[in-house]
């Protein structure tokens, strides 16, 4: 069998289809010897004093971004700050964050279309998102405000530059942050050109530009008019790209910053004006959006987003991780010297065994505490950081691959399935179907509760039969071959040679290698 490229889908039968969309989260930069040679001879001369003139220039920054909001309250700040605040430091903040990118190689911006006034798009819209350079879209856009982290102000300079910019925050530990930051969106978005513009990036997180992820509908849930803005980075060599696998920060910087000169094309696209039906509904505002710009770039519009740290796509009503992460648990297990199949897991069917993490290393031999937490964080944790052991026999089960797939999903019913409650039989419920999908499929959890309404549909309980389970999991012209192919341990794909070279019907599978990389989230 050829060796793919980790962004390669495997295909699950001979039949010719439609290419499937690349995988948005990869990223691999190919670099011949003469460039290596470039970026080392570079990287060691130009690099350094470029990254270096770039942090001066940053920390440059501050004073002006600090002057803005001297002495002004809480209360002042929730108004746009104008007079000589506004011009003195806008200016400053705006001719050095050029400044900036000029050091860092961005020599020059090219703009194409003309950017609407405020009046006429209160919010616009850039994509794709696809490195920590893409701010410089701020510049031609004349430094509108942004909605970012609440964390980011604690982050020297960069918490001043967000206060400067008035910028709109939400916190992932707040729970009512989400609401006011969209009460907050819709006051300046509807203030009638009194606020600037907001700049959003309706991605939320980078992807590596062959295809526009999902878009949130943060930006859209005002109903107003939006200016969809593209960005390109139309270099010979992309060095630019940080995508959730691929080049981490300090080496896309290095690269980027060893490059003679980096190109970068802005493009205000004609003003968005939405529809009764978008205004109300923000879900289908973003969908449509989405399309409108993915067309102008000449890319696919996906149903990819990040749930959490996982990226997932959408099959059917499901999401389903676009990597098994139950391999990277087999990879951890066989790192450790340990087979699967030899586990004696010991669960109970239909009765949950929580243990603890203790109990979970000495079930499976393990001795080395980095193993014992890398594999136990791979399961749901409850409240007093106990795992159900059921999870962890069904996980090891599937990593065996001695079982046939109707075993194994036969497995998966008797270990959550419960007694009805008027007769003598076993039914699959909700929480139990949404278990075994989050482990064999990365499905997150509350995605599954509408698929398994659908299925009980057809019948008064509300819960599945094995049968009614067997036939979702292994016969169902999607879902069965979603299962088909996740399912399938990496060393049965490494045997496997059949069907490689066909083309997939969009459902995402794993690499041809045989291991899942451990990446690091990149959300905004």
């Known amino acids: 069998m050829s060796q793919g490229s980790p962004g390669d889908w495997v295909p699950l039968d001979p039949t010719p289809g439609p290419s499937p969309p690349p995988n948005p989260f ?41 002057l803005q909001v001297a002495g002004l309250t809480e209360e002042q700040l929730q108004e746009p700050i104008t007079r000589w605040r506004k011009t003195i430091c806008h200016s400053g903040v705006l001719g050095l964050s050029r400044l900036l990118f000029f050091l860092l190689g961005f020599l020059r911006i090219r703009v194409r279309g003309h950017r609407a006034s405020c009046l006429e798009a209160p919010v616009l819209v850039a994509a794709p998102h696809s490195t920590f350079f893409d701010p410089i879209v701020l510049l031609p856009c004349d430094l509108p405000k942004v909605v970012s982290r609440a964390e980011n102000l604690s982050v020297p300079v960069i918490g001043a530059l967000l206060r400067f910019n008035q910028a709109i925050l939400v916190s992932r530990h707040d729970p009512a942050s989400r609401r006011k930051v969209v009460e907050e969106v819709r006051r300046r978005a509807t203030s009638k050109g009194k606020w600037p ?58 690269l980027t910053a060893s490059q003679p000169c980096s190109l970068v094309d802005v493009e205000f696209l004609p003003v968005y004006q939405p529809s009764p039906e978008e205004s109300s509904n923000p879900t289908l505002y973003a969908n449509n959006v989405q399309r409108v710009m993915a067309q102008a770039l000449g890319i696919p519009a996906t149903e990819c987003e990040f749930v959490g740290n996982l990226p997932v796509t959408v099959v059917g009503q499901l999401k389903v991780a676009l990597e098994p992460q139950l391999w990277e648990l087999g990879k951890v297990l066989r790192k450790a010297g340990l087979s699967p199949g030899c586990v004696d897991a010991g669960a109970e069917p239909g009765r949950s065994r929580m243990v603890s993490k203790e109990e979970f290393a000495k079930q499976l031999q393990l001795s080395d505490p980095h193993t014992v937490a890398r594999a136990f964080d791979y399961f749901q944790q409850d409240s007093s950081g106990l795992v159900d052991f059921r999870d962890v026999a069904l996980a090891l089960a599937a990593l065996d691959g001695g079982r046939s797939l109707e075993e194994l999903t036969r497995l998966a019913f008797e270990l959550f399935a419960e007694e009805e409650p008027e007769g003598p039989g076993h039914l699959l419920y909700k929480d139990g179907f949404g278990t075994i999908l989050h482990l064999l499929l990365g499905s997150p959890r509350p995605s599954t509760a509408t698929l398994h309404a659908e299925l009980c549909q057809s019948t008064s309980t509300q819960g599945l039969s094995l049968c009614q389970f067997q036939n979702f999991s292994l016969h169902d012209p999607l879902y069965g071959r979603l299962f088909s192919t996740y399912l399938r341990p990496p060393h049965t794909l490494r045997a496997n040679s059949q069907a490689l070279e066909a083309t997939s019907h969009g459902i995402p599978t794993p690499t041809f290698n045989g291991t899942v990389n451990t990446s690091k989230p990149k959300n905004d």
Do not use: M
Request: proline share 8%; hydrophobic share 55%; glycine share 6%.
């Open 26 to 66: 990869v990223h691999e930069l190919h670099l011949s010897r003469l460039q290596r040679v470039k970026f080392c001879l570079l990287g060691a001369l130009l690099a350094p004093i470029r990254v270096l003139l770039a942090f001066l220039v940053l920390f440059l920054l501050w004073p002006f971004a600090w």
């Open 197 to 254: 513009q907001v700049l959003f990036f309706p991605e939320g997180t980078c992807s590596n530009k062959k295809a526009l992820l999902k878009f949130k509908p943060g930006a859209f849930i005002a109903g107003v008019p939006v200016q969809p803005v593209l960005i390109r980075y139309p270099n010979s060599l992309d060095t630019t790209t940080w995508a959730w696998r691929g080049p981490g920060v300090l080496k896309v910087l290095w």
